[in-house]
């Protein structure tokens, strides 16, 4: 049987919903994201008790807040937390190519369709993005169009440029350190 939970924790775009299953990250959703799933979907809520003395279904949530609070504060450029990601076989793929991008870089639709061996995919890469039930930690704000220009984020264009500058910056400065 599958234990799924959810809590809510705050951040510099909002309340974040975060989702997990079986002790998993499975979701992690902003306010008003486009595809966010019925909050019946969640499983129950919990607010606090997330150390070591939790249910394991719900220890990932302690991880998952100390990981975003270190990454907002621009002191954590790659997450390390166990990931339970429902998707097609093709989503996964190119969730997975999404957590190759480096932090503070950019790349097309069209390159990441090339870097999974599906070079005329870019549509398809394009939409399996806007379905990553992980944002920022699956980092699908860092996929933009062939121009450069900032296009389709379930979060909003806002967030999206929001995230890239401040990882630009935070890279930036941790280069000159």
């Not at 997990?20 to 809520?45: I, K, N």
Request: hydrophobic fraction near 35%; charged fraction near 20%.
């Amino acid at each position: 049987m599958t234990d799924r939970t959810h809590t809510v924790t705050d951040s510099i775009f909002g309340p974040l919903t975060l989702v997990a299953t079986d002790g998993e990250l499975s979701g992690l959703y902003m306010v008003e994201q486009r595809h966010r799933p019925a909050e019946a979907t969640f499983g129950s809520r919990v607010d606090s008790g997330f150390g070591a003395d939790a249910r394991p279904c719900e220890q990932i949530f302690g991880q998952v807040i100390e990981q975003l609070d270190a990454y907002f504060a621009g002191e954590l450029t790659d997450f390390d937390l166990p990931l339970a990601l429902a998707g097609t076989p093709f989503q996964r793929q190119v969730w997975a190519a999404l957590q190759e991008i480096p932090y503070g870089e950019t790349v097309s639709y069209g390159e990441l369709a090339e870097r999974i061996g599906r070079p005329t995919a870019s549509r398809a890469v394009g939409l399996a993005n806007g379905k990553n039930p992980v944002g920022i930690i699956v980092p699908c704000h860092r996929v933009v169009g062939s121009t450069g220009d900032l296009t389709g984020y379930g979060g909003g264009i806002e967030r999206k440029r929001h995230l890239l500058d401040f990882e630009r910056a935070t890279r930036e400065s941790l280069v000159a350190q």
